[in-house]
Antibody, heavy 116, light 107 residues
Framework: QVQLVESGGGLVKPGRSLRLSCAVS????????MSWIRQAPGKGLEWISY????????YYADSVKGRFTISRDNAKNSLSLQMNSLRAEDTAVYYC?????????WGQGTLVTVSS | EIVMTQSAATLSVSPGESATLSCRAS??????LAWYQQKPGQAPRLLIY???TRATGIPARFSGSGSGTEFTLTISSLQSEDFAVYYC?????????FGQGTKVEIK
């Protein structure tokens, strides 16, 4: 069955960096558009980044543009999110998802807490 | 950016009754609208896409309708497992945006 498993979350100080990963199985990853979506504690959903199957096309929400970088390794069926210059407002559960415009499959999420 | 507004923050419904959830877009999104269900501590689950197409494995008691700026998710004969938060999501315009969610709780 389809599985998306995020990892890499944790407690980090403001201004520092963190790299999230998403391991994908059960689908043809190299043909899949992928996105990252986050959810601040007790809040709603916010789409933050998107990448095309070959990695040539990437989009970012204004809230993370210039600080976050999405990437993928199709040989390893893996999606990544490099997060730099982290702020308190980046505290959230981060989900990866298979993006068919609608978000078909989601991982279980990984919590990122930005605090001094 | 298109703003998605879900008119009710909370809906109190008795088991077995129907629930009607509303979602309004600030500009037309045609039929590029999805609905998700989220239970505490879990990831969202896709219910509906294309405004009215049920995702694989979603029971027929879930139905979606609407186009343009007004959308509805109807849950007929609510089961215990249906009490959750529901989000609408437009993917017609960049960036994709979500409503703030409607919590369906037991009355």
């Amino acid at each position: 069955q389809v599985q998306l498993v995020e990892s890499g979350g944790g407690l980090v100080k403001p201004g520092r960096s963190l790299r999230l990963s998403c391991a994908v199985s059960g689908l043809t990853f190299s043909d899949s558009y992928m996105s990252w979506i986050r959810q601040a504690p007790g809040k709603g959903l916010e789409w933050i980044s998107y990448i095309s199957p070959n990695g040539d096309t990437k989009y970012y929400a204004d809230s993370v543009k210039g600080r976050f970088t999405i990437s993928r390794d199709n040989a390893k069926n893996s999606l990544s999110l490099q997060m730099n210059s982290l702020r308190a407002e980046d505290t959230a559960v981060y989900y990866c998802a298979k993006d068919e415009q609608w978000l078909v499959y989601w991982g279980q999420g990984t919590l990122v807490t930005v605090s001094s | 950016e298109i703003v998605m507004t879900q008119s009710a923050a909370t809906l109190s419904v008795s088991p077995g009754e129907s629930a009607t959830l509303s979602c309004r877009a600030s500009h037309s999104v045609s039929s590029y609208l999805a609905w998700y269900q989220q239970k505490p501590g879990q990831a969202p689950r896709l219910l509906i896409y294309g405004a009215s197409t049920r995702a694989t494995g979603i029971p027929a008691r879930f139905s979606g309708s609407g186009s343009g700026t007004e959308f509805t998710l109807t849950i007929s004969s609510l089961q215990s497992e249906d009490f959750a938060v529901y989000y609408c999501h437009q993917y017609n315009n960049w960036p994709p945006t979500f409503g703030q969610g409607t919590k369906v709780e037991i009355k």
